[in-house]
């Protein structure tokens, strides 16, 4: 494998810096929360954009459709992390399954 080398200005490398520490620290209160779930727990629309990568019109277009259920509660609509989660392995993809 051939090595590369990569020249960039101190600045740049700061805020590239930055942002992998700020991503890094949501990704570990995304596992936190994640693996913390239970039956009976509940997640806000930013916290389940935030784990299955999606817009916010694309989480509207998923209650629209019935692909995930909600509830509205005033403006605030939040959602059953074990359904998110079921959501999540009823599409897993077994890459040991022929599944390239």
Not at 66 to 72: A, D, E, F, R, T
Request: proline share 1%; aromatic share 8%.
């Amino acid at each position: 494998m051939q090595k590369t080398v990569v020249i960039m200005e101190e600045e740049a490398l700061k805020q590239l810096t930055k942002k992998v520490e700020i991503l890094s620290q949501d990704l570990k209160i995304l596992i936190s929360k994640f693996n913390n779930f239970s039956d009976d727990s509940w997640l806000d629309g930013e916290e389940v954009k935030k784990i299955l990568g999606i817009s916010t019109r694309t989480l509207q277009n998923y209650r629209t459709n019935g692909v995930i259920g909600y509830s509205k509660f005033g403006k605030k609509v939040y959602y059953k992390a074990i359904e998110i989660n079921s959501l999540l392995e009823d599409n897993y993809q077994n890459p040991t399954a022929g599944n390239h």
